[in-house]
């Protein structure tokens, strides 16, 4: 099959056409992946460490390029992918230090002399399936945990994502021993057999898929995480600095067009805070500077393809515009950020997550029933709440099925040294980042030692 990656901004541009790699192919990287780990392994805290370190390096002063990269193969606004670079920098440097951290405990016995140990150690070979829209960041907070504590990687892409993909594994390939940093570009074929061979599997993209793998994982045995969908609420009650939280929500809905799986596409506006919010949103979404996402100004670019155009405006097409509804006339997969009220419980809008810069508007009575409104969504990543009465804030929302809660802040962006993830569809499994990570990529291991 031919694999094709071009610019959302100017489709005719086309970054990576080659032909995929094939199940077979992947299967054997698994294989030559578990042969380098043995050495990688062995080479000793220090010496991770130093790679990882290097790696970091590496990409720091490859910034620039790769962020030009970053903004033609996946249309991301140049001001957000150099935050993405420094986040993927900085996440490096972070698990660099993971090596050296302690890896088991010692107890004392319930009965009798001796010594209880645990230790953990890694899995083998991990296979890592990430989506387009993050591609240096997410491949990086997979694999860069994943080899601090020992473990070789086989990095599948999104399609979408295959040139990013392949300039991070030549400068991993340049600071890591060979063969631990395995990249196969590709799509399902390759991604499946990745999955029925690995030793432990790490997933992010959409629920439909996830589900699939996490399935497939479960079967043989092996740990898996999901990161999947969302469809994220921002709560604004009545005390709420409207003008600021009118703010943060046009950033979560249009920054990058809606493609983040932390984006808002929900905003449930509680009593009195309709009418002013409605206004104060209307007015920030129109204001948003739509173009080239090589621009340092812009701030929402173009969808990934023209299906996702499409799928955009569709979700639009039959409620109420309070602010954009428009396609623009303009080479690339455009949308401009959209505003919506009186979707009933079953628009899709309130169902799927649409993945475009679209929101719709939802009043709420009180507090309670913005909870209930937000759990009514089969997601449950991220919400964001905008008050400023905290108690309400932190005491009020013990009921949301969410994973992630911002207060006064957008739902987009996530601090790489907690732990990330959801509830009900958006997650399965152990988190990822932060410690949560290194747990996950490692299994512990029991001794007893008794004077022999
Ligand atoms: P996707 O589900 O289409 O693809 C994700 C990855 O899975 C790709 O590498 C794809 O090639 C691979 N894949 C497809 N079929 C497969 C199969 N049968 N077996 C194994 N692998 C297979 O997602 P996408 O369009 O690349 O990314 C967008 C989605 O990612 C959105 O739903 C978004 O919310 C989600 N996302 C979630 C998070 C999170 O942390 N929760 C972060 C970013 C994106």
Known sequence: MTLISRNPADPADILVELRSPGAFAAADAVERARVAQTGWVTAGAGARATALGALATAIETAGD??????????????????????????????????????????????????????????HGVAALITPWNFPFAIPSWKAAPALAVGNAVVLKPAPEATACALRLAELARRALPEGVFTVVPGGAAEGAALVSAADVVSFTGSSAVGAGVVRAATERGVPVQAEMGGLNAAIVLPDADMALAARHIAASVAGYAGQKCTATSRVVAVGAALEPLREALAEELRAVPVGDPGDPGTVCGPLITEAARDAT????????????????????????????????????????????????????????????????????????????????????????????????????????????????????????????????????????????
């Not at 970053?70 to 920098?89: D, H, N, S």
């Not at 107890?107 to 140990?117: F, I």
């Open 65 to 122: 390029e790769l962020a030009a990269l970053a903004v033609r193969e996946v249309g991301k606004p140049l001001a957000e992918a150099r935050a993405e670079l420094a986040r993927t920098v900085a996440l490096w440097r972070y698990y660099a230090q993971a090596p050296y951290e302690a890896t088991g405990t010692v107890h004392e016995p319930a009965a009798g002399a001796g010594l209880l140990l645990t230790r953990r150690r890694p």
């Open 313 to 452: 405006a569709a979700a639009w097409a039959d409620l109420p515009v309070l602010a954009g509804g428009a396609v623009p006339d303009r080479t690339g997969w455009y949308a401009a950020p959209t505003l919506v009220e009186k979707a009933g419980p079953d628009h899709r809008l309130l169902r799927e997550e649409v993945f475009g810069p679209v929101a719709a508007l939802l009043p709420a009575r009180d507090l309670d029933h913005a909870v209930r409104i937000t759990n009514a969504a089969r997601y449950g990543l991220v919400t964001s709440v905008h008050t400023a009465d905290l108690a309400a804030a932190l005491h009020g929302l013990d009921a949301l099925d969410t994973g992630m809660i911002r207060i006064n802040a957008p739902t987009t962006g996530v601090d790489f040294h907690l732990p990330f993830g959801g509830a009900k569809d958006s997650s399965h499994g152990p988190r990822e980042q932060g410690r949560a990570a290194l747990e996950f990529y490692t299994s512990s291991r029991t001794y007893t030692l008794v004077p022999g």
